[in-house]
């Protein structure tokens, strides 16, 4: 009896130590690195979520790529809503700082990307709420870039920054 007694106390001892590096290591890992995050909505379509409402991508978004705000045009993107800081959307990167972007129903025609923003917007013109809607989003809103598609398996693949030739910005800054 005494001996069993010792088993389960040292297996809860055991598992309590494991339990307690592992979180703060997890933790960690999805705060810093990377993480997993469900695509909802049509604004990104078809590049995300194509068969429209029954079917939800799930992408990998990597933290460590935008910890220093290096974003290229073309590159889809996670932010923190500029109207929702609760929520987070996921966009195109179409114009970066110093750019001038031609828009598409922003209350301007066209817009110079002002220093430390960028301009983004999703690929279903028309269903998005993007910087058409709010305009240039600042770069410390940015929450990760997205880089594959984990689930539904048939659609594994990674994802390429590409620029729509026709959202190419008007004039821009020499890099």
């Known amino acids: 009896m005494a001996q069993s007694q010792g088993w389960v106390k040292r297996y809860i001892k055991a598992f309590c130590k ?9 933790v960690t890992f999805l705060d810093r690195v990377a993480c997993v995050a469900r ?7 078809p590049s995300l979520n194509p ?5 939800s991508d799930v992408v990998l978004l ?3 790529k935008v910890r220093n705000f290096e974003v290229h ?3 889809i993107v996670s932010l923190v809503s500029p109207k929702n800081p609760e929520q987070k959307i996921i966009k195109r990167v179409i114009a970066l700082e110093g750019d001038i972007v031609r828009t598409i129903g922003h209350k301007k025609r066209y817009v110079k990307v ?6 983004v917007e999703g690929d279903h013109h028309g269903h998005s709420f993007d910087s058409n809607s709010f305009g240039p989003v600042s770069l410390g809103l940015l929450h990760a870039h997205a880089t594959h598609i984990l689930w539904p398996p048939e659609r594994w693949q990674k994802l390429e920054s590409v620029l729509p ?3 190419s910005p008007v004039q821009r800054e020499e890099e």
Request: hydrophobic letters at 35%.
């Open 18 to 26: 494991g339990f307690f590096v592992a979180v703060p290591v997890a």
């Open 39 to 45: 695509v909802e909505g049509a604004s990104m379509q």
């Open 51 to 55: 068969g429209g409402s029954q079917s």
């Open 62 to 64: 990597n933290h460590w």
């Open 73 to 75: 045009r073309g590159d």
């Open 114 to 119: 002002p220093r430390g923003h960028i301009w």
């Open 165 to 167: 030739p026709e959202r």
